[in-house]
């Protein structure tokens, strides 16, 4: 069993930055590739960006390519979504996924899943 708690959410404004953290507890953390999705008011959850076991591979949604970067930092069984120069259509509540000894790339890959983060872009 793995608990994910995300953390790090709030209001930005369009061009600032915003760095989220998802904390797992449980055994086997390096098994797990990692995920971030979102989902905003009136639509369904969509793939954000993931980051396989090592640490090594990322993959991100081409709506966030260039400006989202995801990391993983195994000593903390902790993983990172730096946004650089947010938009207002990033707004959205961000989760974070984990999926057993795969990238989730859907949700349908994911194991364990965080309760979310909200993230407000406005000015």
């Known amino acids: 069993q793995v608990q994910l708690v995300e953390s790090g959410g709030g209001s930005v404004q369009p061009g600032a930055s915003l760095r989220l953290s998802c904390a797992a507890s449980g055994p086997l953390f390096g098994n797990y590739g990692m995920g971030w999705f979102r989902q905003a008011p009136g639509k369904e959850r969509e793939f954000v960006a993931a980051?396989?076991?090592?640490?090594?591979?990322?993959l991100y949604a081409d709506f966030v390519k260039g400006r989202f970067t995801v990391t993983r930092d195994g000593d903390k069984n902790t993983v990172y979504l730096q946004m650089n120069s947010p938009k207002r259509d990033d707004t959205a509540v961000y989760y974070c996924?984990?999926?057993?000894?795969?990238?989730?790339?859907?949700?349908?890959?994911?194991?364990?899943w965080g309760k979310g983060t909200l993230v407000t872009v406005s000015s």
């Open positions: 980051v396989d076991r090592s640490g090594g591979g990322t």
């Open positions: 996924a984990a999926g057993w000894m795969v990238v989730p790339l859907s949700a349908a890959l994911a194991n364990y």
